[in-house]
């Protein structure tokens, strides 16, 4: 002891009053830099700005002055909208002079509900739409651009394919809420009873089926099957999009057959390109886009399915995940219902379908502000705190869904090492927006009914002419 | 003796014929009760499978959904964890205890102003009486989308958003239902008013102590009618009624397939089976008078 006590006392091994200043300097300056490196302000986050971290938001402060803020969105389950309301509790604990009034509506009718709320003039500051409807809300005036209000990296945070969609002359108009790009999910009993090789299991999106490769495994599929005396077991699933059924939804599932004939790469007066793009640069003009000899080619391709018995022409509810169908096409819901619920056969994912390019929608839910509120910055930063790392990741912990910002799949371990996500996440970055038209509305309401005509049996030529017709026409109003 | 002959072999046959004139009454009749019993299944089936189903858990819900079978419309283990989470977790008593409040605010409503009015249009006598009840005929042939903004407008300018009179005010009034009273007040006597009036009765008293105890039956029909109207509505609660809080019951449930992906179908069931139990009620009590109300109508 009384050795230690004379070192120390020497400076020599022991504690001197100059190793302690230094300490005590090293650790005061390690105290103000730690707390910035450990909490970083990365796209999502914002610390120390604001009253509370309002994520990517850059506008002013907020005001004082007591204010009703309004949501409308979607309705969740219970346990879903638990972390939304957590996050509206949070807000007003900051903020105690914005009252929050949210709106919840069944997802079918957010459309309706937006549509009357803006004809009437009188709308909630908040709304959820959707990335393919950009064009719509910029044409007009209906959604505040939100590059004035959120910080350019927050903006270059979502992955390209949702920002792009979401993007009209520089200008974003909503902000992705998930990423819901689909991919194939497979039943593999289903695949091994009839002996045919189930597709690739790679993260590659470059690495999935071509579509003849697909129709063959289902053509092989079901011949087994119907020998076997199995009646009801198909080989593609009924689509679960939309109201059900063929013709559902174009611009998330059945586009997909005539854009991946298409290629974004080749020269622009060529039919390729004009498939990939399916609308004219200026959004008005479907014929030569809609109808080229590709776009043709890929619906025969589709219909192939429904002449062929390879999957059903009316409505099968919960066709896979009953067990009944060989294919879907789904975003990761599929998987995590699976993993939460067990499912009742194996299942294997593999990427979307391919023609010229492997193709899959980037169409996202997507909240914007109304052009018409009273509260634009208020309503910006309740957004973006919404948004923030914090509070998204307990949304997409519980809600299952891909993020629609690289940073929180990135730092997410499951997207390093789940092939499931780690495919979901390559999806979601090479996924592709609609065709950008301010009439995108009578372009899909011509084109699903066309779509459904094709699936039970009319001439493919003749109805991709007449339909990419009648979209000329009813797009003549916007020139 | 040629005729007693015919005669005893009329009579001889006319039990045969009789025989098979009963034997093809009661063909018929076996056919119409078949056709009735048919019908009934078919009208019946929806109910009854929803009513199955929620003693489902989901995941045997959308397992046993396809390919049809014995189990998809038998549960192989009931459960009542639906209705149990329906009412723990999604709050469902709330939900319809405010579609109660609605429609019940709406039925008493509708039920004053179709007998005020009614009784106007058929005991009173006013110029342009004809026309007016004309015009408000006319109105039942306005679909609800085609007035909903301007609707909303109104009802959303006068501070009603999200309030419970907004879900039944703009439907206080109802040209079927006044077109109803109106049909079963003209078929009352009018020397009954003639008999009150000598008894020194005003219209007031007429219409209270003469004019509606004869019409019960009517007034049950409208009761029932606007009660399954108002009971099963959906497109303007769902405009008007922007507090979750107080969202009602039709909505609620369109909510639960909001996300397909995460879809409650087991609570879902049990939410569509528990909202057909009222109707089903008040249809059963109030049947007697419902085609009694029809018949004196006159609407048939």
Redesign the interface.
């Known amino acids: 002891m009384a050795e230690h006590y004379k070192m120390a006392k020497a400076g020599k091994g022991g504690i001197s009053r100059r190793s302690v200043l230094l300490g005590g300097a090293s650790l005061l300056a390690a105290a103000s830099i730690l707390p910035s490196r450990a909490f970083a302000a990365g796209p999502g986050t914002n610390p120390g700005k604001y009253k509370i971290d309002l994520g990517g938001y850059t506008g002013p402060e907020l005001t004082d002055a007591p204010i009703t803020i309004k949501v409308m969105r979607q309705e969740f389950s219970p346990e879903i909208n638990a972390p939304i309301e957590a996050a509206y509790t949070a807000f007003k604990e900051a903020y105690p002079n914005i009252t929050i009034e949210e709106e919840r509506v069944p997802y079918g009718d957010l459309a309706k509900k937006v549509q009357l709320y803006v004809a009437s003039g009188s709308a909630p500051d908040i709304m959820m739409g959707s990335t393919e409807l950009a064009s719509v809300y910029a044409a007009g005036e209906i959604a505040v651009p939100l590059n004035d209000y959120f910080s350019a990296d927050f903006i270059q945070d979502i992955y390209p394919a949702m920002r792009d969609a979401a993007t009209i002359d520089g200008k974003v108009m909503c902000l992705a809420w998930e990423s819901n790009s689909c991919f194939v999910y497979f039943n593999r009993d289903i695949f091994k009873r009839a002996g045919v090789e189930t597709p690739p299991e790679v993260t590659d999106v470059d690495g999935g089926w071509t579509a003849d490769q697909l129709l063959d495994a289902m053509r092989a599929i079901t011949e087994k099957l119907r020998k076997e005396g199995d009646q009801t077991t198909f080989g593609m699933a009924s689509s679960r999009f939309g109201n059900r059924g063929p013709g559902s939804n174009y611009s998330q599932l059945e586009g997909m057959w005539v854009r991946m004939m298409g290629d974004p790469n080749a020269p622009k007066d060529s039919t390729l390109f004009k498939t990939f793009a399916g609308i004219s640069e200026d959004g008005l003009t479907a014929s030569g886009y809609l109808d080229t000899p590709e776009a043709i080619q890929g619906m025969k391709n589709y219909q192939a399915m429904f002449n062929e018995g390879l999957t059903p022409k009316g409505v099968v509810v919960d066709h896979y995940k009953s067990g009944a169908a060989a294919i879907d096409f789904s975003s990761m819901a599929f998987a995590n219902t699976f993993r939460k619920s067990g499912a009742p056969f194996e299942w294997g994912v593999s990427p979307p379908i391919r023609g010229n390019i492997p193709f899959a929608s980037s169409v996202a839910d997507a909240p914007f502000i109304y052009s018409g509120s009273q509260y634009i910055p208020e309503a910006a930063a309740l957004l973006a705190f919404l948004l923030n790392d914090t509070n998204r990741r307990a949304f997409y912990d519980v809600r299952g869904s891909m993020p629609s910002r690289k940073s929180l799949t990135d730092e997410s371990p499951a997207y390093k090492t789940d092939p499931v996500a780690i495919l979901c996440a390559n999806v979601g970055e090479r996924a592709f927006g609609s065709p950008k038209s301010v009439g995108w509305l009578d372009y899909v309401n011509a084109v699903n009914p066309a779509v459904k005509d094709i699936a039970l049996g009319v001439d493919v030529e003749e109805r991709l002419h007449s339909t990419a017709a009648q979209i000329d026409r009813l797009l003549a109003k916007y020139r | 003796m040629t005729e007693n002959i015919e005669t005893n072999m009329q009579t001889l046959a006319q039990p045969a014929a009789a025989s098979a004139a009963g034997e093809k009454r009661d063909f018929v009749s076996w056919i119409g009760t078949g056709s009735l019993l048919l019908i009934t299944f078919l009208f019946a089936f929806p109910v009854v499978w929803a009513a199955l189903t929620s003693l489902k858990s989901?995941?045997s819900v959308?397992?046993t959904?396809?390919?049809l079978s014995f189990w998809s419309f038998f549960p192989p283990q009931p459960t009542l964890e639906n209705y149990a989470s329906l009412f723990n977790?999604?709050k469902f008593g709330q939900y319809i205890m405010n579609t109660a409040i609605a429609s019940g605010g709406q039925v008493a409503l509708v039920v004053l102003t179709s007998t005020l009015a009614g009784y106007a249009f058929a005991r009173l006598r006013f110029p342009g009486r004809d026309l007016i009840f004309g015009l408000t005929l006319l109105t039942a042939f306005i679909p609800l989308e085609v007035i909903?903004?301007p609707l909303?407008?109104v009802v959303?300018g006068l501070g009603l958003t999200s309030t419970y009179p907004a879900l039944f005010l703009p439907f206080a009034a109802q040209p079927f239902g006044i077109y109803l009273m109106r049909q079963t007040f003209a078929q009352i006597p009018r020397e009954l008013d003639d008999a009150a009036r000598v008894d020194g009765a005003g219209t007031w008293r007429i219409f209270f102590r003469v004019a509606l105890p004869n019409v019960k039956p009517a007034l049950a029909t409208l009761v029932l009618i606007q009660f399954i109207w108002s009971w099963n509505a959906y497109l303007w609660p769902?405009?008007i009624m922007?507090?979750?809080n107080k969202q009602i019951v039709q909505?609620m449930l369109?909510?639960?397939?909001?996300?397909?992906?995460?879809s409650?179908d087991g609570p879902l069931f049990a939410g569509l089976t528990f909202v057909t139990v009222p109707l089903i009620v008040t249809a059963i009590v109030l049947q007697r008078y419902y085609v009694r109300g029809l018949m004196t109508s006159g609407i048939r």
């Open positions: 989901t995941a959308i397992a959904r396809y390919p977790e999604l909903l903004v909303y407008q959303s769902l405009v922007q507090d979750p909505v369109a909510g639960l397939k909001s996300s397909p992906n995460y409650l």
